[in-house]
């Protein structure tokens, strides 16, 4: 009788946890094209990615880059302050992007161009993505504004 007991609960463990690595994987399987990691400018420069690697790229809007061209089109330079990436994206910015704020884009780095898909800029005036803070200190080019400062 003890060895039937036993017997049923070394099946029950195997098969939890042969259930466990099947919905591991599947959920691999399902984020695989979802997950897109972040690279600054350097970076890039340093070790540009494959045409078709999506990705994200933060940073500052170049001062004096930022250029309309006909339709939605716009091209501008995300720096960290080491190294610039040419950036050119169809569509509609957010309404607080501008040259020299915060800003991050998703898509692929082609032919010396990053192609953006999505453009994200910060919501407000002390806002910055943690990724974009993170690059622009390592190049020391980062300031803190308090509150109540311009």
Do not use: W
């Amino acid at each position: 009788m003890k060895s039937l007991k036993k017997q049923r609960r070394v099946q029950v463990i195997i098969l939890t946890f042969v259930a466990l690595i099947v919905s591991t994987a599947l959920i691999g399987y399902a984020m695989r094209d979802g997950i897109n990691f972040f690279r600054s400018p350097s970076q890039v420069v340093a070790e540009p990615p494959a045409a078709n690697e999506v990705f994200r790229i933060g940073g500052l809007v170049e001062d004096g880059s930022l250029v309309r061209e006909e339709g939605e089109t716009v091209r501008f330079s995300v720096t960290d302050g080491g190294a610039s990436v040419p950036v050119t994206f169809t569509g509609i910015l957010p309404d607080l992007f501008k040259e020299n704020e915060g800003m991050v884009g998703t898509g692929s780095y082609v032919d010396g161009v990053f192609v953006a898909t999505e453009i994200l800029a910060k919501h407000d005036e002390t806002y910055m993505p943690k990724e974009v803070v993170d690059a622009l200190k390592e190049q020391g080019v980062y300031q803190h504004y308090e509150e109540g400062d311009g």
